[in-house]
C-alpha cells in the first residue's frame, strides 16, 4: 500500500538557518503530494503541495519540488523564524485517499 | 464561524461513559473525515463521508459510531471506550475527494479516557 516516511525529528535550529525536512513515498501512479504544518493547540493546515512531476510548490518562504524519479518531496526553506516552530507532515493522496507520515517537529530557537 | 470548528476541544471520560464529538464546516465542502492522532503515529484515518453517505470505514472498533445529518455536520460518538482510545480527535473537510483537493482540519478534540 502506499506510504509516507519522512525523517524524525525533532529538529532544533538556530533563526536564520536553513531547513531541510526530508520525505520519501511509495506508490504506484501518479499522486499528489502535500506538506501540511500543525501549530501549539491547532490542527493541521496546508502548507504546500504539488500535483504533478516537477512541479515545485511553495508558500511562506518554504519550497518543495516533486520529484518522481526518487519518489521525494523533501520540504526546504532558506531563514527559518522561531514562529516556524511547528510539526510538518508530509502527505500523498491518491484514489481518494490521503496517506501521512509520522509528523517532523521542528524548533527554532532565538 | 468560519472554516471548521470542532466542540468540545478537551473531553475526559470514563470507560463506561457515552459521549459525543462535533464538528462544523462552514466551507461549502462535500467530503468530511474523522482522523485519530497519536503520539509518534502517522494520522489514522477512520472515516468518510462523501455527500453524507460513508464511503470508508478503515475496521474502525464498534465502540466508535458516526453520524453524518447533512453536509455541514459530522459526530463522533463514542461509548465504553478504552485507555488506549485517548488521542487527539480531528475532522477534517474538503471540497471533493479529488488527489488534488486539500483537506482542511479543525482545531481537534483532545480526548482522555480514564
Known amino acids: 500500500g502506499d506510504s509516507v516516511t519522512q525523517m524524525e525529528g525533532p529538529v532544533t535550529l538556530s533563526e536564520e538557518a536553513f531547513l531541510t525536512i526530508n520525505c520519501t513515498y511509495t506508490?504506484?501512479?501518479?499522486?499528489?503530494l502535500f506538506w501540511y504544518v500543525q501549530y501549539p493547540g491547532e490542527g493541521l493546515q496546508l502548507l504546500l503541495k504539488?500535483?504533478?512531476?516537477?512541479d515545485k510548490g511553495s508558500n511562506k518562504g518554504f519550497e518543495a519540488t516533486y520529484r518522481k524519479e526518487t519518489t521525494s518531496f523533501h520540504l526546504e526553506k532558506g531563514s527559518v523564524q522561531v514562529s516556524d516552530s511547528a510539526v510538518y507532515f508530509c502527505?500523498?493522496?491518491?484514489?481518494?485517499?490521503?496517506?501521512f507520515g509520522t509528523g517532523t517537529k521542528l524548533q527554532v530557537i532565538p | 464561524e468560519t472554516g471548521v470548528t470542532q466542540t468540545p476541544r478537551h473531553l475526559v471520560m470514563g470507560m463506561t461513559n457515552k459521549k459525543s464529538l462535533k464538528c462544523e464546516q462552514h466551507?461549502?465542502?462535500?467530503?468530511m473525515y474523522w482522523y485519530k492522532q497519536s503520539a509518534k503515529k502517522p494520522l489514522e484515518l477512520m472515516f468518510v463521508?462523501?455527500?453524507?453517505?460513508?464511503?470508508e470505514n478503515n475496521s474502525v472498533p464498534s465502540r466508535f459510531s458516526p453520524e453524518c445529518p447533512n453536509s455541514s455536520h459530522l459526530f463522533l460518538h463514542l461509548h465504553t471506550l478504552q485507555p488506549e482510545d485517548s488521542a487527539l480527535y480531528l475532522c477534517?473537510?474538503?471540497?471533493?475527494?479529488?488527489?488534488?483537493?486539500?483537506?482542511?482540519f479543525g482545531p481537534g478534540t483532545r480526548l482522555t479516557v480514564l
Open positions: 477534517a473537510s474538503s471540497q471533493g475527494q479529488e488527489s488534488t483537493d486539500t483537506q482542511y
Open positions: 506508490a504506484t501512479g501518479y499522486p499528489s
Open positions: 504539488a500535483t504533478k512531476a516537477d
Open positions: 502527505a500523498l493522496s491518491r484514489y481518494q485517499k490521503v496517506t
Open positions: 466551507l461549502g465542502h462535500n467530503a
Open positions: 463521508y462523501s455527500l453524507e453517505e460513508r464511503v
